[in-house]
C-alpha cells in the first residue's frame, strides 16, 4: 500500500475557459497554465505521483515543452494511470478537496467524478471530490484563484 498528496493552484482570468476535473464549467474566468490549467487533476497527478516515489508533473510535463501547450489534462492523467501500473499498483481510493469562493461546484461534481473514474478505470466510489469556500479569505478568498488538494491510496496490483 503507498499513499501520495499534491496541491495545486492556478489563477483565474478572462478568456480562459474553466475546466475542472475534465469538466467544463460555464463561469467568467477559467484557469491560467500552460496546459489546460485544470487545477484538480494536477492535484490528482502530484498525488499518484508522490504515491510511487516519481516526482511531480513538472518532471513529466515540463512547462517549458510545447507539446503540453493547451494539453488535456485527463491525457496527462491518463499517462500517469500507466506509469502507476507499471509500478505494480492500482487506485484504491482518491479524496480530493478543491479550494474556491466561486463559482459553486457543487451541482457539477457528480460528472466530475463519473470523468475522472473513467479516465483512471476505477470505481466511482473510490473518487471522491469536495469544495470548500475560504470564507472570503486570501487569494481563494478574492476570487484571484482556485487550489486542490488530493490525497490517493494506493493498493498492490498484478494483471491478471
Ligand atoms: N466553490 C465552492 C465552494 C463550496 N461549495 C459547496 O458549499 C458548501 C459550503 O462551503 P463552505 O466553504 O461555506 O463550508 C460546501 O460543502 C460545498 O458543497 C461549492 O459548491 N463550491
Ligand atoms: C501541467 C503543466 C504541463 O506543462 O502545465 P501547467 O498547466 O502550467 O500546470 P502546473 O500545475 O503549473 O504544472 C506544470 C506542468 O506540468
Redesign the pocket.
Known amino acids: 500500500m503507498r499513499i501520495g498528496q499534491g496541491f495545486d493552484v492556478h489563477q483565474l482570468v478572462p478568456e480562459r475557459e474553466l475546466i475542472l476535473g475534465g469538466v467544463k464549467i460555464p463561469y467568467e474566468l477559467g484557469l491560467l497554465g500552460h496546459s489546460d490549467a485544470d487545477v484538480l487533476i494536477h492535484a490528482i497527478m502530484d498525488a499518484l505521483l508522490g504515491a510511487i516515489g516519481a516526482g511531480d508533473i513538472g518532471v513529466h510535463f515540463p512547462d517549458t515543452d510545447p507539446r503540453y501547450l493547451g494539453a488535456d489534462s485527463t491525457q496527462l492523467l491518463g499517462s500517469v494511470l500507466e506509469r502507476v501500473r507499471e509500478s505494480g499498483y492500482a487506485i484504491g481510493n482518491i479524496d480530493a478537496t478543491?479550494?474556491?469562493?466561486?463559482?459553486?461546484?457543487?451541482?457539477h461534481?457528480p460528472k466530475m467524478r463519473e470523468r475522472l473514474a473513467q479516465v483512471m478505470a476505477c470505481d466511482l466510489s473510490a473518487v471522491n471530490i469536495?469544495?470548500?469556500?475560504?470564507?472570503k479569505l486570501g487569494f481563494t478568498g478574492r476570487g484571484e484563484g482556485i487550489a486542490a488538494l488530493a490525497v490517493v491510496l494506493l493498493e498492490e496490483w498484478r494483471p491478471l
Open positions: 478543491i479550494i474556491a469562493q466561486r463559482p459553486k461546484f457543487a451541482a461534481i469536495k469544495a470548500t469556500t475560504t470564507e
